[in-house]
């Protein structure tokens, strides 16, 4: 059905030799078309590299389908070993293997068998490391245990599947699910089918790739970061109602996925809605679905805090802890607060001179900045708060060896920055509007910043 607003009506697309009648009329089929292509590229390198963290999630995992701690334990080991010997099973059936990979295996059997005689005290055994070190404290081990809904998520596929391909395959369907909120969440803004496929694509191609693809928690936070900010853009789109309920189940999903990065996201969403609310209110623009907002968002902040607390799970002092001692395996330090601001001054003086260096990063991040401020685009606020909160995770954990893992987040802002920076220069008239899928995405971004405000 067409779009009208009583003055103006939005037909689909039916003009041009060049692929515009297609691409409107059957957006979802590029969309699929992407995700077929990059499920083929990425099963080339599955199941992948198995990460000390995903040990932490495997044993969880197992212990929740009813494998016993034992025989789970043995099963986790067996899974980061295999990682040596076969990193990616399509090469191992080719080639067969090598005897150094099958030699870094055993030898990583042998020590990790070691390890499980040392006592610890942690409900699944010592943690692992990829040097050998054994982290025996049990803090350790509960940072992770305050992230049930990672396990609650990996356990369909890990029954199905088995460990490594298991976890393999969830990752990959969070991931395609995260490029699909992106182009949804680029439609409901106005922006054209090809633009909204291109910031699907780019989810899926940019660095934070490697991470939404690693058997972790990143790709479940990515995608419900996502649909959250889906949730904003139907709420400021005056679909409250949708908008609310995907809010709701973004910051739900991320208590028990990684409650505090889902805190930064909160306040930083707060904050940047007040903002926004501000300007609003001084040029005269509707101000309810702001209010909306930023009353979700502090409701989720206060309970991202207040439920974690009163069950007891690791909070901000804890995690300077385990940075200042390395996993604890040294005694906590006097004044973690003050080691931490030091780690903070070193970080980011070696980030600034490693970005100048090579500026690719901030020059792209610089251009989606422009690309969404000069679209004036409805959630311009909320794609700045994700930026601020993928920046609020790298000043909580100050380590360079994980930088671009931490500030996941902050990639957001070139995913959903660049497709707006060619729909930036539309105006009423002078392009067709984009035609709405069945879904129900909005119209052009111009006529949209029309009827919101």
Not at 114 to 124: F, I, M, V
Not at 150 to 170: E, H, S
Not at 206 to 228: I, K, Y
């Amino acid at each position: 059905m067409p779009l009208t607003d009583g003055h103006r009506e939005h037909r689909p697309v039916r003009h041009s030799r060049d692929g515009p009648r297609l691409v409107s009329a059957r957006p979802w089929v590029w969309v699929v078309l992407v995700a077929v292509l990059f499920s083929a590229a990425q099963l080339t390198a599955a199941p992948g590299r198995f990460y000390p963290d995903s040990t932490q999630y495997l044993a969880q995992t197992l212990d929740l389908l009813g494998v016993g701690r034992a025989a789970g334990r043995e099963q986790t080991v067996q899974a980061f070993c295999d990682g040596y010997r076969r990193p990616r099973l399509a090469a191992h059936l080719l080639t067969g293997g090598s005897p150094q990979a099958d030699r870094a295996a055993d030898d990583c059997l042998r020590t990790l068998h070691a390890d499980n005689r040392l006592a610890t005290g942690s409900r699944y055994g010592p943690g692992i490391t990829v040097r050998g070190a054994a982290i025996l404290s049990p803090r350790y081990e509960r940072i992770f245990l305050s992230r049930p809904g990672v396990a609650v998520f990996y356990a369909p596929g890990v029954a199905l599947l088995g460990p490594r391909m298991g976890m393999w395959f969830t990752t990959l369907i969070w991931t395609l699910a995260g490029s699909v909120l992106v182009f949804l969440l680029l439609r409901v803004v106005g922006v054209t089918v090809p633009l909204a496929v291109a910031g699907q694509v780019l989810y899926l191609i940019l660095p934070q790739r490697h991470w939404t693809m690693a058997p972790l928690a990143e790709g479940m936070t990515l995608t419900l970061v996502t649909l959250g900010l889906l949730g904003v853009a139907y709420t400021m789109t005056r679909r409250t109602r949708p908008g609310v309920v995907l809010m709701v189940a973004a910051f739900g999903g991320g208590l028990v996925v990684k409650y505090s990065q889902f805190l930064l996201f909160a306040a930083a969403l707060a904050g940047t809605a007040a903002l926004a609310l501000v300007a609003a209110r001084r040029a005269g623009r509707p101000a309810r679905p702001l209010l909306v907002v930023i009353a979700v968002c502090t409701a989720a902040a206060i309970v991202l805090w207040a439920v974690p607390a009163a069950l007891g799970w690791p909070g901000g002092a804890e995690s300077m802890q385990d940075l200042a001692t390395e996993h604890f395996r040294r005694p906590d330090v006097p004044d973690p607060a003050l080691y931490w601001l030091r780690a903070n001054a070193r970080f980011w003086i070696l980030w600034v001179a490693d970005q100048l260096r090579s500026p690719l990063m901030i020059i792209t991040w610089a251009v989606a900045a422009w690309g969404v401020v000069r679209s004036r685009t409805v959630v311009g606020f909320a794609i700045f708060a994700a930026l601020l909160a993928g920046f609020g995770n790298q000043a909580g954990h100050p380590t360079a060896s994980q930088g671009d893992r931490l500030i996941l987040l902050a990639w957001l802002l070139t995913v959903y920055g660049l497709p707006l920076l060619p729909a930036a220069g539309q105006r009423p008239g002078t392009a067709p509007p984009a035609a709405r899928p069945r879904t129900g995405a909005a119209p052009d971004a111009a006529h949209m910043r029309q009827r919101t405000g």
